[in-house]
């Protein structure tokens, strides 16, 4: 994944030397783990998986990006775009489908201190515009915890629309859809 700029940051791939400011921004906070990965993970995990995103990042179209503030070249966190299968979902548009949906999202994840100042907004709009007009892709779809009311303000500024989870023992997550509009009226 090639990397992005923007007016005040620098979105690109991770490096082993990343691991120590992500896991202060991100992994290390149980605050901002709540939300994003659920627990904490130790400088070591976070070590390895600098290694893994580095070359899967590096070498191919998905994936974590680092989120750098282009002033001091502080980590503020993470933004990313990857492939899951929706196993967990049951569509309002196709509540009884019999095969589960493989899916693209935008996810992100800033450190506290760096939340409500923009930067969340700046990096996703950058990681969209990559995604609709590099790769064409046809929407990205993420599943956001309703108690999570930053990721829904994000979501709703982004464009997203929502959508219920139906599946009983998700009540508690709605889905966010940003459909490619640059799409529309292409046969592609």
Known sequence: ?????????????????DAEGIFEAVYGDPVVCQHFCGITWSLSEVEQWCSFHHFDTRYGDLGY???TRRSDNRILGLVGLRPYVATWIVWQDDPHARHARMEMELTYALGQEYQGQGYASEACNAVIGYAFRYLRLLRLAYTVNVQNIGSWRLMKRL???????????????VI?????????????
Do not use: C, K, Y
């Open 1 to 17: 994944m090639e990397r992005l700029d923007t007016e005040r940051l620098h979105l690109r791939p991770f490096v082993a030397d």
């Open 65 to 67: 990006l680092a989120v």
């Open 159 to 173: 464009g997203f629309r929502f959508q219920r989870n139906l599946r009983p023992e998700a009540w508690d997550s």
């Open 176 to 188: 966010g859809i940003l459909d490619n509009h640059l799409l529309d009226g292409d046969d592609a």
